[in-house]
């Protein structure tokens, strides 16, 4: 009753957990889910093998392969709980390739603790303690150390709380069921024995507040977000309407003196300013266009040379009538990868544009690139010896409309959208600054290659 009990209990949390990473794609919600289906198949192989313990032999093949699928169910249940908890408390996805090998290498370790003693009748004991001790030692420690992990949030609403001591208390009394376990082997009195009742109904609820904990969580990580995207969105709509209203305000005030007077230069300088206004206005709605068009659309992956789109994107931007900054690439021959050609775009033009528009006026300004090859894809280091930036700044550059230059007659979206173009691809940003001594950009890009079709 106790495994059947366990295993509708996982079926429906695990539901619950595929239904809310459908809906918010959040990575950790289907680990967590993964794991939940490895109790549930545990659960149902352990229930199996109890029904079949005295109608087949030890050494049938039925129970062998039930075995072995129970075994691998626990331990699969243990790394895919892990890796979840790991993202959610370091808020980035883990490398897919290492939990996958992870994942394979499990199913021959089940084989080998199954075959072990399998054949042999008066090996109870050992059976149980490769089968079920060693996976309850593993799981001791893992849902410890999970526990921990998630202490050092922090920010961690009721959910987490009820993750954290469900964790911990259930790491412990799997370390009690591995001492049981081992103190059987030598036919040892253990004081802290737990009942097989009371430990069935303590794993029961254990794992049902685990569960509830898990979804409440879940509930307040979206709640965060959204009211993130809420407060996102009152700046948004009051800073774009702003700044679309002041160019339009100018322009009506200069319309206005033009009427009153004659001389053509004084009109022809009017005309210069309206233009100028025009173009700030159409740079607001430019950007504002390319912010909902990057959160509505899907990665599009192709193959690009990095090295090639960067120069590209210089050519494009500098004026060669006007002083340029001097562009300097230092790659490797080879600086192809597959990425989001679109928002690759958005990355080079907004940082390549401050680069070029806050450059030094002296004959040696210039840009720097260095283009590394990483783990996940590669890494490029964007420098320039401009003014800088006053260390006060930087926490608040990537904010939506947030300028950092007084004289700057931009949106305030450039940051805002290249950081938001990478966290959508899968990498990240970080920079490095000091007053009149330049600006350092790190972008972090991932080649998704390895998933391209």
């Known amino acids: 009753m106790q495994y059947v009990t366990q ?82 408390s370091r808020s980035r996805k883990l490398n897919r390739k290492l939990v996958k090998a992870i994942s394979y290498s499990i199913v021959p370790l089940a084989i080998l603790l199954v075959f072990l003693s399998f054949n042999n009748p008066d090996s109870g004991s050992f ?88 979804i409440i969580s879940v509930l307040e990580v979206e709640q965060h977000n959204l009211k993130k995207a809420n407060n996102e969105l009152d700046t948004f709509l009051y800073r774009s309407s702003h700044d679309l209203r002041a160019p339009l305000t100018t322009i009506s005030g200069i319309i206005s003196i033009i009427r009153s007077i004659d001389d053509p230069d004084k009109k022809e300088e009017y005309f210069n300013a309206i233009q100028d206004r025009l173009i700030q206005a159409d740079n607001v709605i430019r950007d504002i266009i390319t912010l909902r068009k990057g959160q509505k659309t899907e990665l599009q992956i192709d193959q690009v040379d990095l090295q ?12 060669p009538n006007n002083g340029s900054p001097k562009l300097i690439i230092d790659a490797a021959e080879n ?18 544009s401050n680069a070029i528009k806050y450059h030094h006026e002296a004959d040696q300004a210039e840009i720097k690139i260095k283009i590394n090859k990483s783990e996940k894809g590669y890494n490029v280091v964007l420098s320039d010896n401009g003014p800088g930036i006053d260390e006060k700044h930087l926490p608040k550059i990537f904010d939506m409309f947030y300028r950092a230059h007084r004289s700057s007659n931009g949106t305030g979206l450039g940051l805002y959208l290249v950081k938001d173009a990478l966290e959508t691809m899968g990498g990240s940003i970080e920079v490095f600054s000091e007053k009149g001594m330049g600006t350092t950009f790190i972008i972090h890009l991932v080649d998704h290659g390895a998933n391209h079709s």
């Open 127 to 214: 059976r149980i303690l490769y089968r079920v001790g060693i996976k309850s030692l593993l799981a001791g420690i893992v849902f410890i150390s999970c526990s921990f992990m998630l202490l050092r949030m922090t920010n961690t609403g009721i959910g987490i709380r009820f993750i954290i001591f469900s964790f911990l208390s259930y790491g412990l009394l799997q370390g009690n069921y591995f001492i049981e376990t081992f103190l059987e082997l030598y036919e040892k009195d253990y004081p802290l024995e737990v009942p097989y009742f009371a430990a069935g109904v303590v794993d029961i609820f254990l794992q049902a507040l685990m569960g509830l904990g898990m």
């Open 335 to 352: 600086t192809s990868l597959y990425t989001d050609a679109a928002r690759l775009h958005t990355i080079l033009t907004n940082l390549l």
């Open 308 to 319: 090639k789109e960067i120069s590209k994107e210089f050519e494009s931007l500098i004026d």
């Open 7 to 88: 295993a509708l209990l996982a079926l429906v949390i695990m539901l619950i957990l595929r239904k809310f990473y459908r809906q918010y794609q959040n990575d950790f919600y289907l680990l967590w889910s993964w794991s939940w289906l490895a109790l549930f198949v545990n659960m149902l192989g352990s229930c199996i093998s109890l029904a079949n313990a005295f109608l087949l032999p030890l050494d049938h093949p039925f129970r062998i392969t039930i075995s072995i699928v129970t075994v691998a169910a626990s331990f699969l249940q243990i790394l895919w709980l892990y890796s979840g908890t790991l993202e959610i």
